[in-house]
């Protein structure tokens, strides 16, 4: 999510008419034409650094499978048909960004509209069921909140197909059907870094104290 979010300054910044995240969707960074779009929204779009926003969807889809079809396993997941079910829609989600860097909307509508659909309806469908899916030891919290990102993310999905944006824009409430998902992955990403780390020190720890004590035994020794 970082890499993602940083280039989607990079390509925003490139804009010689502003960027709004109110009024153009995510995937306007990576038109490949400059042109007049009246749909859904009417807007202009001219994206010079469609090429890296591009290949960012496309890192970050390749990231998100291979974290679903990797990342945590027993350490992560309960074991059942929920959290395998949860890791394949996770994966349908960055195949979808793949997807939609690999075909730009004004290049192939039909494949970006099939990306599009794979990150925001089986990706917030797979977080929905994330809630249930994660292990009993991930915090309490983390599996709270992992399900309520999966409702408010279906629901903008909901209203974005809807064309009802609440006020937020096209843009904004795309950006609410969108981000929930990348969020999550952060914040999992980070549970698994802090729990490593300190299963490291955890074992480590012993270790470090035999050491400790052999070394008294010695000097103890030695002053006889």
């Known amino acids: 999510m970082v890499q993602f979010l940083a280039v989607h ?12 995240w109110a009024r153009n969707n995510i995937s306007d960074l990576g038109n490949a034409h400059c042109a007049l779009q009246p749909e ?4 202009y779009i001219c994206s010079p650094e469609h090429g890296l926003m591009n290949g ?21 997941w309960r074991r059942g048909r929920t959290a395998a079910v949860t890791r394949v ?22 494949q970006h509209v099939l990306g599009a659909l794979l990150i925001m309806g089986a990706g917030n469908i797979g977080l929905l069921l994330a809630g249930f899916g994660l292990a009993g030891h991930v915090p309490a919290s983390l599996r709270r909140a992992t399900g309520l990102l999966g ?3 279906i629901a903008a999905l909901g209203l974005f197909l809807a064309q009802r944006y609440l006020g937020l824009g096209m843009g904004g409430m795309e950006r609410v059907a969108v981000f929930p998902l990348l969020a999550w ?6 549970h698994g870094l ?5 299963t490291r020190v955890q074992d480590a720890g012993p270790t470090d104290a035999s050491h400790g004590q052999l070394a008294a035994d010695d000097a103890h020794t030695g002053s006889r």
């Open 151 to 153: 409702i408010a993310a």
């Open 9 to 20: 300054v990079i390509a925003e910044s490139a804009w010689a008419r502003p960027y709004s």
């Open 56 to 76: 960012s969807f496309i890192a970050l889809g390749t990231l998100l499978v291979v974290g679903a079809a990797l990342a945590g396993g027993a350490a992560l």
């Open 89 to 110: 829609l996770l994966a349908g989600a960055g195949v979808g960004f793949v997807l939609a860097g690999l075909a730009p909307a004004d290049v192939n509508e039909n």
């Open 40 to 43: 859904p929204e009417p807007r």
């Open 185 to 190: 992955t952060l914040a999992v990403g980070l």
């Open 194 to 198: 802090t729990r490593r780390a300190a």
